[in-house]
């Protein structure tokens, strides 16, 4: 599976088809032109959105041409909504610790208004809105999240988010929810091409997760006192046990701007492990493991929690040890 998605939207992960629609047909009646049918939009619509502009009303300006879509994007009263399967496909994501982007050439704020009105935002770490032409911007957003073509997949419903793939070298996965059709993505020779997320997901979670190169924080030998053991008289003292910490933060490093914000702080997430492991009793190291990795994820965000704990209670060896593995979302 891929380190690094990078999301279309409109068609992809939101149904705006209907309000874009709209948006054009609005821009269409301010020169005289008749409005076109959802099957004859997506049979002719195209991006960069400029160049269809330029064909289909040569003699407006963009700049005029935005100005009227805008504002029948704005008092149009179609809804928007997420598509089906697409939450949970970002779900899937969360927990594989996949970095998600956003690059699509939906209006900046009207994105930003749908994003968090439809409960999206939170799932990526960067999003790249307003942009006109994808071939050309997406080689910057990749230098400027560090991302490596050979780890990475662009995923979108159209002939240009294929092209703009292609062009950064990373695989292009086509979708079928959105404003191109089977023939039409298949000319732009997607790498893969599936009805829906949701096949991607059934897809993407046969593979393993991609080893390497994540950027981790970890914390080594977190001394750990807390009542464990199955006997009774076991419990019945505190115990000094041995944790070692492995987190992997939501956004890398090269993300984190220097800001202790975007990253875990591990001084703060040491003592909260050290309150969590001395709170209660337990019987079972597994059961302090699992406990601990579940803390790091749900109350510091952390994509990815892995946490082997050593107890030193037989004499004739060193430690006893478990380890566990907890991906966001899944305590």
Partial sequence: MFRNLIFDWSGTLCDDLGLTLDASNHVFAQYGRKPLSLDEFRAEFQLPYPDYYARVLPEVPIDEVEDHFRYGFKVSCTPVCILPHAREFMLFC????????????????????????????????????GVRDKEAYIGSLMAQHGLRPEETAFIGDMQHDMAAAHCAGVMAIGVLTGYNDAAQLVQAKPDLLVPDLRVLRLLADKAPAVPGREDVIRLNGLELVCSIGVPDEERAAPQRLVADVEVVPQTAFAGAADDIGRTVDYDALSKRLLAVAAERPRRLVETLAHDLACCCVQEFGVRRAAVEVHKFILPEMKSTSVRTCVYGGAC
């Fill in 94 to 129: 969360r927990r594989r610790g996949i970095r998600c982007f956003v690059l699509t050439s939906v209006d900046a704020k009207a994105f930003d208004e749908q994003c968090r009105e439809l409960g999206m935002f939170d799932f990526f770490e960067a999003i790249h809105a």
